[in-house]
């Protein structure tokens, strides 16, 4: 794992993936570094202009790429289906499904369906396209997998998960996961937070799944460190030129890594041997530098709370994973 770079990527000739947010930074990084090791590739976007002119970036990049863009907006559960739809009426199987697409530190909002902006596209938006597009990643196995982009701010979201108050904290219950959804005290970074654990509790609960189950499917997460992306620009000029702005700015110049390394995790988590059930892969130092095993809060492999947030999750976004043994 020491000095991993894009270079040792084995060969994906033969092989289907599915990358969220694909458009730019980190997602088009994975998206053609895949392609680039002969991978067929479907950037799932959600804006049909930036998707297209991604192809042709990609293609330009990569001449001989086979990569197509098909609309996704994790913000609505209608186009989480469509796009399961779409891409299994042209594919039977699914070798990797990248769940990278995200949104950070947002102001308070509502996807169409009702939730928490960051919880819903972060999270629940990726919980229905994964299992959504299950059977074709049953269809693949051995050797499909699934990696869902974390990040090291998951430590913020504690609250909620680690406390065993999952669903009772607030005043919505299950149904809202604990308040999480709730407007009343929203905090933009611990909601952020919070659905960067989901995305860690979510892995380790369809980890522990999978393996009751005899399944050959690895899910397994990563997190980039902090990677120059449009993600924390977006997340910091929401607002108007604030001193978070300036900051982020600063460190987006100086400290942060390219979006070429910050890419990195997640390509040896999808492509790597030997990646494991649950492995969380992230820079050697923390933010920045070549892959390795991640550390992570204990509490996020906590099986209690991984099983009521699933439970939570099929009931909101109507999904569920019937198949796999409880």
């Known amino acids: 794992m020491p000095g991993w770079n894009a270079v040792n990527i084995p060969d994906q000739r033969g092989r289907t993936a599915v990358v969220t947010g694909a458009n730019s930074g980190i997602g088009y990084v994975t998206a053609r570094e895949l392609a680039r090791r002969g991978a067929q590739v479907v950037l799932a976007c959600r804006s049909a202009a930036r998707g297209r002119a991604a192809v042709i970036r990609l293609c330009a990049e990569v001449p001989d790429a086979e990569v197509e863009f098909v609309p996704l907006d994790l913000a609505d559960l209608a186009s989480v289906r469509e796009f399961a739809t779409a891409y299994g009426s042209r594919r039977a199987s699914l070798d990797l499904l990248i769940n990278n697409a995200g949104v950070m530190a947002l102001p308070y909002g509502r996807t169409a369906d009702g939730f928490e902006t960051q919880f819903g596209v972060n999270h629940l938006g990726h919980f229905a396209l994964t299992g959504l597009l299950l059977p074709r990643l049953w269809a693949a196995a051995p050797g499909a997998r699934i990696v869902n982009v974390s990040s090291g701010f998951h430590v913020l979201g ?63 997460a990563a997190h980039p460190g902090y990677a120059s992306s449009n993600l924390h620009a977006g997340a910091s000029t ?65 099986d209690t709370s991984g099983e009521r947030l699933w439970a939570a999750s099929e009931k909101l976004t109507g999904v569920s994973y019937g198949s796999l043994p409880r």
């Open 158 to 220: 504690k609250a909620g998960f680690a406390d065993g108050g999952l669903g009772h904290s607030g005043g919505g219950g299950l149904d809202r996961l604990g308040g999480l959804d709730g407007e009343h005290g929203y905090r933009r970074w611990a909601a952020y937070g919070r659905s960067k654990a989901a995305n860690l509790l979510f892995t380790h609960e369809l980890s522990r799944r999978f393996t009751a189950a005899g399944s050959t499917i690895t899910a397994a």
């Open 238 to 302: 929401l607002e108007g030129p604030t001193l978070n702005s300036r900051v982020a700015a600063f460190g987006n110049a100086v400290v942060a890594q390219p979006t070429s390394a910050g890419a990195l995790p997640t390509l040896y988590a999808a492509t790597a041997p030997g990646v494991g059930p649950d492995a969380f892969i992230g820079p050697r130092f923390g933010w920045r530098g070549t892959p390795v095993r991640s550390w992570r809060a204990k509490w996020t492999l906590d």
